[in-house]
């Protein structure tokens, strides 16, 4: 395994073409990875789109919570790079798309919740309207998309607990369920941990 400065040299001397990936995506993106796997093999990363003159370089374990202090050490050990943000984790989204895994459609306007928070960590379950145990794996895996937007990646998995899947009832705020859009303010109410 590499040291964390020896992925900042070379980024820092492929910063310019890295920046303009656009000019050639898969070669570039290939190159990043190969060098991300010498420090360690299960980090992986985004890049955003300009943002003023600037773009983000996410460092991601991909949810893989072994590799999470990997992530933490590169991210701490980058240096001020022109035009570059450097961040830890992929970050929060506000999610108003809808998911769509498999044959399954999910629009988080009709996603509620419940929460108790056990431990010090929050125990979930997620109500969809069309919800089958038959479709159980899809809806697991849309859920985790969810969560990993709606909360980001590490409060994701440092932050939660037990999460399961049920049918939406008819009446869900007469239950104290509540919609989608309040999770993350939930979970960091409910938790011990910081937020991302």
């Given at each position: 395994?590499?040291?964390?400065?020896?992925?900042?040299?070379?980024?820092?001397?492929?910063?310019?073409?890295?920046?303009?990936?656009?000019?050639?995506?898969?070669?570039?993106?290939?190159?990043?990875?190969?060098?991300?796997?010498?420090?360690?093999?299960?980090?992986?990363?985004?890049?955003?789109?300009?943002?003023?003159?600037?773009?983000?370089?996410?460092?991601?374990?991909?949810?893989?919570?072994?590799?999470?202090?990997?992530?933490?050490?590169?991210?701490?050990?980058?240096?001020?790079?022109?035009?570059?943000?450097?961040?830890?984790?992929?970050?929060?989204?506000?999610?108003?798309?809808?998911?769509?895994?498999?044959?399954?459609?999910?629009?988080?306007?009709?996603?509620?919740?419940?929460?108790?928070?056990?431990?010090?960590?929050?125990?979930?379950?997620?109500?969809?309207?069309?919800?089958?145990?038959?479709?159980?794996?899809?809806?697991?895996r849309a859920t985790?998309?969810?969560?990993?937007?709606?909360?980001?990646?590490?409060?994701?998995?440092?932050?939660?607990?037990?999460?399961?899947?049920?049918?939406?009832?008819?009446?869900?705020?007469?239950?104290?369920?509540?919609?989608?859009?309040?999770?993350?303010?939930?979970?960091?109410?409910?938790?011990?941990?910081r937020a991302n």
């Amino acid at each position: 395994m590499s040291k964390p400065d020896n992925f900042w040299k070379w980024f820092s001397s492929n910063s310019e073409r890295i920046l303009n990936f656009e000019n050639a995506q898969e070669k570039v993106f290939n190159d990043i990875m190969a060098q991300l796997s010498k420090f360690h093999p299960d980090l992986t990363f985004e890049i955003s789109s300009w943002l003023g003159d600037t773009r983000e370089f996410v460092i991601s374990a991909d949810g893989i919570k072994e590799a999470f202090p990997f992530v933490t050490q590169l991210a701490s050990a980058a240096p001020s790079l022109p035009n570059w943000t450097i961040r830890a984790f992929r970050p929060r989204i506000e999610v108003q798309f809808e998911i769509e895994v498999g044959a399954i459609k999910l629009d988080p306007k009709e996603i509620w919740f419940s929460s108790a928070s056990v431990d010090g960590k929050v125990d979930l379950t997620i109500y969809y309207p069309h919800y089958t145990e038959e479709t159980e794996q899809e809806f697991l895996r849309a859920t985790f998309i969810l969560l990993d937007a709606a909360l980001g990646e590490y409060d994701t998995e440092m932050k939660l607990g037990f999460v399961e899947i049920d049918v939406l009832p008819k009446n869900p705020a007469a239950l104290g369920f509540l919609p989608f859009k309040e999770l993350p303010q939930t979970v960091d109410g409910l938790s011990i941990g910081r937020a991302n």
